[in-house]
């Protein structure tokens, strides 16, 4: 039995009284806080898993160069085709051009000649990438279903699409690839810088 104060009340002093409601309350929260917080967490660190490393970065559609010692790369006459090629060397750093059907942000147009041009460093684990024209290669060796030629990876099999402006498409890598400028000195084609990281 409870006691009663002088005015036939409850004692609040008892066991059982109008504080447990609250206690129970605290009690609640005490053991559910840390669940949802640990549950937050979790649910946030899969969602940055998921966009580090599976999520393809679209390349930036106005990218800033930072310049280099003009290199060449090869005669315009060079890219008589759509899919011409000229590997170079820009900063120490290898590089392709490439003729593409249409322009491509940051790339050069001239006369209906669109080219662009990229490192070829994969941007997952820096292994060298080539141009590759062969698309049912491409298919076969790296998995990815593609009507026009890719620079494709050997090491992970990453393909980035030079019409996407070096976008990466398939594999494992999720960073684009940075483009070098173009530059027209007379009929020569030249690379003069790379793109800017962040940029």
């Not at 041009?117 to 279903?145: E, K, M, P, W």
Request: hydrophobic share 40%; aromatic share 8%.
């Amino acid at each position: 039995m409870s006691r009663r104060d002088p005015e036939g009340e409850p004692s609040t002093t008892e066991a059982g009284t109008e504080a447990d409601p609250g206690r129970r309350q605290l009690v609640k929260w005490l053991w559910r806080g840390p669940v949802i917080a640990l549950a937050a967490g979790g649910a946030y660190g899969a969602y940055r898993a998921i966009d580090t490393h599976f999520v393809k970065r679209r390349p930036d559609p106005t990218p800033e160069f930072e310049p280099a010692q003009a290199q060449e790369v090869a005669p315009l006459s060079h890219f008589a085709a759509v899919w011409d090629s000229a590997d170079f060397m820009l900063a120490a750093m290898p590089g392709v051009a490439v003729r593409t059907p249409e322009p491509v942000p940051g790339g050069l147009s001239d006369g209906g000649v669109h080219l662009v041009a990229f490192t070829r460093i994969c941007t997952h684990h820096q292994c060298v990438a080539s141009f590759n024209t062969d698309v049912a290669a491409i298919a076969l060796g790296f998995n990815y279903d593609t009507s026009t030629p890719a620079i494709t990876c050997p090491c992970h099999l990453s393909v980035f699409d030079p019409q996407l402006a070096g976008r990466a498409v398939s594999g494992p890598a999720v960073l684009p690839l940075p483009r070098a400028r173009l530059e027209l000195d007379g009929d020569t084609v030249t690379a003069t810088g790379w793109e800017r990281a962040g940029a």
